[in-house]
């Protein structure tokens, strides 16, 4: 059974910083591609960033330039550091797999100017 847990998250101020984590455990297999994802209120679910097992990173134009996505050591662990926040980023953030098999919980973000 696949199980991804959001950590991070919280509130911060237009400029400021953030920094999430997600750890991916039950996978059978070693290559596997995480995304983020965030849903504001009001709007449909967005994709954030994401990373494949070799680290090769996509973004979304909304967040390039200012957000990084990275896989950790091990490499079941992503981050995805946030850097000039902007109030448009206040939403839940979910870390899933690529394939939209598994979601996390969710971890809220506000951003306030």
């Known amino acids: 059974q696949v199980r991804l847990v959001e950590s991070g998250g919280g509130s911060a101020q237009a400029g400021g910083s953030l920094r999430l984590s997600c750890v991916a455990s039950?996978?059978?297999?070693?290559?596997?591609?995480l995304a983020w994802h965030r849903q504001a209120p009001g709007k449909e679910r967005e994709m954030v960033a994401d990373?494949?097992?070799?680290?090769?990173?996509t973004y979304s134009s909304s967040v390039k330039g200012r957000f990084t996505i990275s896989r950790g050591n091990p490499n079941n662990i992503v981050t995805l550091q946030m850097n000039s926040l902007k109030p448009e980023d206040t939403g839940m953030y979910y870390c899933a797999d690529c394939r939209l098999n598994y979601w996390g919980q969710g971890t809220q973000v506000t951003v306030s100017s």
């Open positions: 990373i494949d097992s070799f680290g090769e990173a």
């Open positions: 039950g996978y059978t297999y070693n290559h596997y591609c």
